[in-house]
C-alpha cells in the first residue's frame, strides 16, 4: 500500500513557475513508477509526465521544454517542476504510483493539488 501526497500547487502568473511535490508513505518508493496527470472540469484525466524505476522520462507534447520530472528516492518523492507556465496548464495536478507485484498491477492516486495560471 503507497500513501500519495501532491503539494506545491497555488496561483501563478503566466509565465512563471511552480514546483510540486509528490511525497509517498508505505511501500518501497523506489520500486514504483511515477506519473503526474492533470484533470480541468469536465475533461478526461490527461498524461503529463513519467518517471520509471530505472530513471526513463517521457513527456505530453505540451509541456515539453517547459516542464521537468525527478525523483529522490532517498526522500520517496517525486517532483515535478513547471516553468513557462500558460493559463492552460490550470488544473488539478495528481500523482500516480504504479508497479507490477507478482502479476497484479498496482496503482495508487494522490488527493491532487491545484494549479492555476492567471492574470
Known amino acids: 500500500q503507497v500513501h500519495l501526497v501532491e503539494s506545491g500547487g497555488g496561483l501563478v502568473q503566466p509565465g512563471g513557475s511552480l514546483n510540486l511535490s509528490c511525497a509517498a508513505s508505505?511501500?518501497?518508493?523506489?520500486?514504483?513508477?511515477v506519473s503526474w496527470y492533470r484533470q480541468v472540469p469536465g475533461k478526461q484525466r490527461e498524461f503529463v509526465a513519467v518517471?520509471?524505476?530505472?530513471?526513463?522520462?517521457n513527456y505530453a507534447d505540451s509541456v515539453k521544454g517547459r516542464f521537468t520530472i525527478s525523483r529522490d528516492n532517498a526522500k520517496n518523492t517525486v517532483y515535478l517542476r513547471m516553468n513557462s507556465l500558460k493559463p492552460e496548464d490550470t488544473a488539478v495536478y495528481y500523482c500516480k504510483a504504479r508497479r507490477l507485484h507478482i502479476g497484479v498491477l498496482l496503482e495508487y492516486w494522490g488527493q491532487g493539488t491545484q494549479v492555476t495560471v492567471s492574470s
Open positions: 518517471i520509471t524505476i530505472g530513471g526513463g522520462i
Open positions: 508505505g511501500s518501497i518508493f523506489s520500486s514504483y513508477t
